[in-house]
């Protein structure tokens, strides 16, 4: 649908309409209730006809205490100002709403309301006037922050690059009105800030770990305001470096509400080689990513992935579609070809589900992110290319009572050819779906609490090579998945640009607390901010968080949810820690190397079988290196940092691992012992 100027809004009539009056009002036969409640239902109606991309829809929701109804319909132009469609969706007390058609039409001044009559096809009909409130659809309020240093770009010249459809519009576009052509009332929060930060020189690249921490101080302070907020942090680098250019934190602060962060200096800010306009193309990819990652704070999915999770109406993937939610690099043509037909917009599918979908799958924090956006039957093919084994590095698929569950993935090419692959396929929830059924319930989706934009980044896997990966199924954005005791069967699939390759069923067995001592610590241990705790590693944000693992490792040391807690109250004394105060500046705790040692030896340095059991061999020795380089480089002891790679080296070795990665743990273990010379 083409873009339709809205600058005289006074003949505008798309928008948000609320009730006026109407005829029968529900009355006993339809909602078998008394007037007095009848008359207490609130209805509102969204007209999408006119004004920025029009869809030809119109949705509606009617609200009383103890009823909700929502309806989605498509429509054909009768005329000037009337209209007809089908009622194509409906949510809520759906058996209280028999209607399938709507006929829509403007009534002349002076009254100007709106006329809706619903019917069912027979002779059973409503009829609702409305009268126009506003020309948008929901309200958002967005707050801009950044890193001391850090310019954001909320806004780009749009003929600044040469490549661009010739149609589009020469203007200077802002990330809010992006938004408002979308159907939002934008607003900005007055709270809006460069944040300093307290020591120069220091280490500026935020891990998850900092990053959630800024995030639920922030919206601490905010919790007052309505939910449909989102806060858009821009800074440097992440940990990992300039791979990654954004990311989107599903889950942030005591209300739930969402943000996002974007890294000015990664790959977004590197022009490719040749680039006729560098300081242009810079400014566009900054100012995309930055509308991308806010995308998904509206629950939006990717371009590709509209035909997974589950349904609100059917839709289909938009592979090559030219919207904010698709990656340049990934349509036919590539970067070059997507802009060259881009218009700074979301697609018509993104614009009905923003616009039309019920409140609570778009609000910020509602439903779970990638929730009912549509389905389609898995791509699975009769010879898949690659093998996907779920497994566990243990003796046994039981869990200890409060053991967070980890599992290893181990992706094989079954072909006789090399196979390009993306080099994070196994931990990039963007392209994965985990499910998780516990014995006698219904089955889950787990939901990671972040998710990044990164550079496409390949490799070649060889014919019958594999690549592994860690899996942390215990927690996601919905709290605690693996809790329970009980059996519980976990499944995998990766979603590839051709196929889909679907994991074996693995069944796990949770097991009941051991004494009292358990039953009692887990009132605490299974609560939302320790499953975000042990998810990013840690928190120097949430005190009475590192508590609760503290009790954990000094009254249960004997257990396996013991060396989970003291990796958390560990890592973040591994490396200064940026922490955003109450001042509102962003404060460097130094690393306490020492402290972190002692925190860790009990597990990981003199009960190393265990760590490597119940973390699994990936995760042992990701923490076992940063363990390591931490000694070596911050506290000046690479003697100390090579025996904590030797005893790596002695427990994988024991537990069979490949044997190329112990030479690469011995290769290590010889390079800080050279340092020491």
Not at 49 to 64: E, H, I, R
Not at 165 to 173: F, I, N, V
Not at 447 to 459: A, C, D, L, N, T
Request: net charge negative.
């Amino acid at each position: 649908m083409a873009f339709v100027s809205c600058s005289e809004e006074a003949h505008r009539i798309s928008g948000l309409w609320e009730l006026d009056h109407a005829e029968d009002l529900f009355k006993d036969k339809l909602l078998n209730r008394t007037p007095a409640a009848a008359e207490a239902v609130q209805e509102t109606l969204r007209l999408d006809v006119d004004g920025p991309y029009p869809l030809m829809a119109a949705s509606g929701a009617w609200k009383q205490p103890e009823l909700y109804i929502h309806w989605t319909a498509k429509l054909a132009a009768l005329g000037p100002s009337a209209w007809e469609g089908h009622i194509i969706f409906k949510d809520g007390n759906t058996s209280q709403f028999p209607y399938t058609f709507v006929n829509i039409a403007l009534e002349e001044a002076p009254s100007n309301l709106l006329k809706v009559i619903f019917s069912d096809g027979s002779s059973f009909t409503h009829t609702s006037y409305y009268r126009w409130t506003s020309p948008y659809f929901h309200p958002v309020q967005f707050e801009f922050d950044s890193e001391d240093g850090i310019t954001p770009v909320l806004a780009i010249d749009t003929h600044a690059h040469p490549n661009h459809p010739a149609t589009l519009p020469s203007e200077q576009l802002s990330i809010e009105n992006v938004f408002r052509r979308a159907g939002f009332d934008v607003s900005l929060s007055a709270g809006a800030s460069s944040i300093p930060i307290s020591e120069a020189g220091l280490d500026v690249r935020w891990s998850d770990a900092e990053m959630h921490d800024a995030m639920q101080r922030h919206w601490s302070q905010f919790a007052n305001e309505p939910k449909w907020a989102l806060w858009v942090f821009f800074s440097s680098l992440y940990e990992e470096g300039a791979s990654v250019g954004g990311i989107m934190f599903d889950s942030i602060g005591p209300q739930h509400r969402q943000g996002t962060a974007i890294f000015n200096r990664s790959f977004i800010s590197v022009p490719p080689e040749g680039e006729s306009r560098p300081e242009a193309w810079t400014e566009r990819m900054k100012f995309w990513t930055a509308c991308h990652e806010m995308g998904h704070g509206f629950n939006l999915a990717h371009s590709w992935q509209k035909a997974l999770g589950e349904p609100w109406i059917p839709l289909r993937n938009e592979a090559e579609a030219r919207s904010f939610m698709n990656y340049p690099y990934s349509v036919r043509g590539g970067e070059t070809a997507f802009f060259a037909n881009f218009e700074y917009r979301f697609s018509d599918n993104e614009l009905l589900f923003m616009r039309h979908a019920p409140e609570r799958f778009v609000q910020m924090g509602n439903a779970e992110w990638f929730d009912h956006h549509g389905f389609e039957q898995h791509r699975l093919l009769a010879k898949p290319s690659f093998e996907l084994l779920l497994r566990a590095n243990r003796e046994t698929l039981r869990f200890e009572f409060m053991e967070p569950v980890v599992l290893e993935l181990k992706l094989t090419n079954w072909t006789s050819e090399p196979q390009i692959i993306d080099r994070r396929i196994l931990s990039d929830p963007d392209h994965m779906t985990i499910i998780v059924k516990k014995l006698g319930k219904t089955a889950r989706k787990v939901s990671p609490f972040v998710h990044y934009f990164r550079k496409r980044e390949h490799e070649v896997l060889a014919a019958g090579q594999a690549v592994y990966n860690s899996l942390f199924i215990a927690v996601g954005k919905n709290g605690w998945e693996v809790a329970e005791p009980g059996d519980y069967t976990v499944q995998v699939a990766l979603h590839f640009k051709h196929e889909d390759v679907v994991s074996n069923p693995l069944t796990i067995r949770v097991e009941p607390p051991m004494d009292r001592m358990e039953e009692f610590l887990a009132q605490d241990f299974f609560t939302e901010a320790t499953a975000k705790t042990l998810y990013f590693d840690g928190t120097k944000y949430a005190e009475s968080t590192n508590g609760v693992l503290e009790a954990i490792a000094e009254r249960l040391p004997h257990r396996k949810a013991a060396v989970h807690a003291q990796v958390a109250l560990a890592m973040p004394m591994t490396k200064p820690y940026k922490l955003l105060g109450q001042d509102g500046r962003i404060h460097i705790i130094p690393p306490a190397v020492e402290e972190a040692r002692k925190t860790l030896a009990p597990s990981l340095l003199e009960n190393g079988h265990l760590a490597a059991a119940t973390l699994g061999h990936i995760d042992y020795r990701h923490y076992m290196d940063r363990l390591s380089e931490s000694v070596a480089t911050r506290a000046g002891n690479p003697e100390a940092a090579a025996d904590i790679q030797s005893k790596l080296l002695q427990t994988l070795t024991d537990r069979q691992v490949r044997q190329d990665v112990l030479a690469s743990i011995k290769e290590k273990e010889e390079d800080y012992r050279s340092m020491r010379a």
